[in-house]
């Protein structure tokens, strides 16, 4: 499990970093969906500086996954990027490797890696809780 864990890892770490640099310094040139309401969510990503916000969140998550520091506060924050990315891949773009294996296989592994790293989040998943600083 920590060898699946830790290919995992470097997988989607690598994943995240690349996309989000590539946004920013346009090493490969990714062209836009064929949709065309895809089309107009993304231009309001990126009107609105939404876009920004999950490209950097893409570095910050893939350098963290990278480096093994904070893992389970980058899965965490990976969930919402890596759910938008599945939404508009397989249900607005629909290509066999733009849409399924691209935005399927994000959330999969965003998933898996939340899986293997599941004793972390344990203590929030307490039924009943009280506050406290202790």
């Not at 389970?72 to 490797?97: E, G, H, K, N, Q």
Request: charged share 10%.
């Amino acid at each position: 499990m920590k060898i699946l864990a830790l290919v995992l890892r470097i997988i989607f770490g690598l994943h995240f970093l690349l996309n989000g640099l590539n946004f920013f310094f346009h090493v490969v040139n990714i062209k836009g969906p064929n949709n065309p309401i895809a089309t107009e969510l993304m231009g309001g990503f990126v009107q609105s500086g939404l876009f920004d916000v999950a490209k950097v969140t893409e570095i910050t998550v893939g350098i963290l996954l990278l480096t093994n520091r904070f893992v389970p506060l980058a899965l965490v924050l990976a969930v919402p990027v890596a759910s938008i990315i599945a939404f508009v891949d397989i249900t607005l773009v629909r290509t066999l490797v733009g849409g399924w294996i691209l935005g399927g296989g994000t959330i999969l592994l965003n998933a898996a890696l939340l899986v293997c790293y599941l004793k972390y989040y344990k203590p929030m998943l307490a039924f009943r809780t009280t506050p406290g600083l202790d």
